[in-house]
Nanobody, 109 residues
Framework: QVQLVTSGGGLVQAGGSLRLSCAAS????????FNWYRQAPGKEREWVAA????GADFSDSVKGRFALSRDNTKVYLQMNNLKPEDTGVYFC??????WGQGTQVTVSS
């Protein structure tokens, strides 16, 4: 069984930056795909970004502002030029295996 621990959230002003981390542990065999999702208050969870062996992909709402990097069993979501609409709880996920516990990101205007 794989466990994911998400960290790095916080409160930041619009235009600022945060870096989220997702650390995997447990029965790790070969993790080739990490997703990041977020959920704003009163809204459904939405996909934000993914990193696979083939590269990274981003939703249109964050493309050009967010970046992904990976270090073995850790994945980092670098969020730049943050906007109030980026506020929400951010989750990492390994499809079919695990979800992280989520970390709160709040962007003030």
């Amino acid at each position: 069984q794989v466990q994911l621990v998400t960290s790095g959230g916080g409160l930041v002003q619009a235009g600022g930056s945060l870096r989220l981390s997702c650390a995997a542990s447990g029965s790790i065999i070969n993790i080739n795909h990490f997703n990041w999702y977020r959920q704003a208050p009163g809204k459904e969870r939405e996909w934000v970004a993914a990193v696979t062996s083939g590269g990274a992909d981003f939703s249109d709402s964050v493309k050009g502002r967010f970046a992904l990097s990976r270090d073995n069993t850790k994945v980092y979501l670098q969020m730049n030029n943050l906007k109030p609409e980026d506020t929400g709880v951010y989750f990492c996920q390994i499809p079919g295996q695990a979800w992280g516990q989520g970390t709160q990101v709040t962007v003030s205007s």
